[in-house]
Each structure stands twice: as structure tokens, then as C-alpha cells.
């Protein structure tokens, strides 16, 4: 049986730790700024980090995702790893914004909108269900 918890806490906190949508850290003019849809390679890598840790407190820390596998609980790095990996990847502004601000498609403007947030959202739920529960990653350690 599949374990939809650590899809439904990473698609969440993707949408919850995109920067520019509810905050970025740092933004251009202070520390925090608020709903500025902009974004910068620092704050995709400051809230990559955060993504990181609230990610494995969630899934390894609570316990969401450990299995029981031969007797002996391992816990599984799959869903942190890949998570972290794809929510660098798909910050809206990054690679490209989708829908763009500008155009249909915008590359590396470094600039995001609600939709943009929405559509990076369902391709970062869609590729992280079928890496996690269609494929069944899982990279574990004991």
C-alpha cells in the first residue's frame, strides 16, 4: 500500500515555501518581505533549506515515513532528498515561471505569480507521486 504522506507534506510546503508567494528571505529591500512575488537564487537556496528541514522533521524526525522492513525500522530519504531537489528545480522564476509574467513561458526572470505558484505546485505534485509512489524510490539508511 502507498503512503501519500510525504507527497501531500512536500506538495504543501512547496506552495508554503515559495519564494515571493507568502514571504522571501532575504528580499531585495530587507530580511523578510511579504507577498513581493520576486524571488532571488539566495532565497530559493534559504528556502530550500527550510524546505529541507521542515521536510525531514515531518517525514524522518515524526516518523510519517519509516517502514518496518525486516525487523529493523529504516528510515527513508527518498521523499527529502527528491523534495528538496525538485522544489529548487520547479521555484517558479529559477529555470522558468509558468505562466511567465510576461509571456506564456519566462526563463530565469527571477520574478513569480499566483499562478505561476499554482502550475509549479501540480508539476512538482505530479513528478514527486510518480518518483515516490509510481516508481518507488527510496534511498534508505539504517
Same mark, same amino acid.
Given at each position: 500500500?502507498?503512503?501519500?504522506?510525504?507527497?501531500?507534506?512536500?506538495?504543501?510546503? @512547496?506552495?508554503?515555501?515559495? #519564494?515571493?508567494?507568502?514571504? %522571501?528571505? #532575504?528580499g531585495? !529591500?530587507?530580511?523578510?518581505?511579504? *507577498? !513581493? @512575488? %520576486?524571488?532571488? *537564487?539566495?532565497?530559493?537556496?534559504?528556502?530550500?533549506?527550510?524546505f529541507?528541514?521542515?521536510v525531514?522533521?515531518?517525514?524522518?524526525?515524526? *516518523?510519517?515515513?519509516?517502514? !518496518?522492513?525486516?525487523?529493523?525500522?529504516?528510515?527513508?530519504?527518498? #521523499?527529502?532528498?527528491?523534495?528538496?531537489?525538485?522544489?529548487?528545480?520547479?521555484?517558479? *522564476?529559477?529555470?522558468?515561471?509558468? #505562466?511567465?509574467?510576461?509571456?506564456?513561458?519566462?526563463?530565469?526572470g527571477f520574478r513569480? !505569480?499566483?499562478?505561476?505558484?499554482?502550475?509549479?505546485?501540480?508539476?512538482?505534485?505530479?513528478?514527486?507521486?510518480?518518483?515516490?509512489?509510481?516508481?518507488?524510490?527510496?534511498?534508505y539508511?539504517?
Amino acid at each position: 500500500m502507498s503512503d501519500w504522506g510525504p507527497v501531500f507534506i512536500a506538495a504543501v510546503l @512547496f506552495i508554503l515555501l515559495s #519564494p515571493g508567494l507568502l514571504f %522571501q528571505i #532575504p528580499g531585495k !529591500n530587507r530580511i523578510v518581505e511579504f *507577498g !513581493n @512575488f %520576486q524571488t532571488s *537564487g539566495i532565497s530559493i537556496l534559504v528556502h530550500a533549506i527550510i524546505f529541507f528541514a521542515l521536510v525531514a522533521i515531518f517525514l524522518l524526525a515524526i *516518523g510519517i515515513h519509516i517502514f !518496518n522492513l525486516y525487523l529493523r525500522k529504516m528510515a527513508d530519504w527518498a #521523499p527529502v532528498v527528491v523534495g528538496v531537489v525538485l522544489f529548487v528545480l520547479l521555484s517558479p *522564476g529559477l529555470l522558468f515561471e509558468l #505562466p511567465g509574467t510576461h509571456r506564456a513561458v519566462d526563463f530565469g526572470g527571477f520574478r513569480t !505569480n499566483g499562478k505561476a505558484v499554482a502550475i509549479h505546485t501540480l508539476i512538482f505534485f505530479a513528478v514527486f507521486t510518480i518518483l515516490i509512489l509510481a516508481l518507488h524510490l527510496h534511498i534508505y539508511t539504517g
